[in-house]
């Protein structure tokens, strides 16, 4: 089973940017398609954007734009370039598998998450 190491969050302005990286355990990794995932305070856990195996991203709308996601097959690692962010970004920022059927968050075990906060 993957195991998820979410780093490179941290405090910005409004109209800032910032780059979140996921490191992932696991042989299977270059055949799984990943997802950034982000829980607010007091809000559901919910998706900001997937990634097949083959590097073909998947926006939520509110991501649109503005998200960047990507992967490095050859490091086992998941990127979040997040430009113009908002107040409403701020949350826990967390990767794990993604579903592109179904878009559901998934159950299972998540990494600790890294934090945004924007703020002026």
């Known amino acids: 089973q993957e195991q998820f190491v979410e780093s490179g969050g941290g405090l910005v302005q409004p109209g800032g940017s910032l780059r979140l990286s996921c490191a992932v355990s696991?042989?299977?990794?270059?055949?799984?398609?990943m997802g950034w995932y982000r829980q607010a305070p007091g809000k559901k856990r919910e998706l900001v954007a997937g990634?097949?195996?083959?590097?073909?991203?998947d926006y939520e709308n509110q991501a649109l734009g503005r998200f960047t996601i990507s992967r490095d097959n050859a490091k086992n690692m998941v990127y979040l370039e997040m430009n113009n962010l908002k107040f409403e970004d701020t949350a826990v920022y967390y990767c794990?598998?993604?579903?592109?059927?179904?878009?559901?968050?998934?159950?299972?075990?998540w990494g600790q998450g890294t934090q945004v906060t924007v703020s002026s």
């Open positions: 794990n598998v993604f579903l592109p059927l179904t878009r559901f968050v998934p159950e299972g075990s």
């Open positions: 696991g042989s299977g990794f270059p055949l799984v398609a």
């Open positions: 990634i097949a195996s083959d590097g073909n991203p």
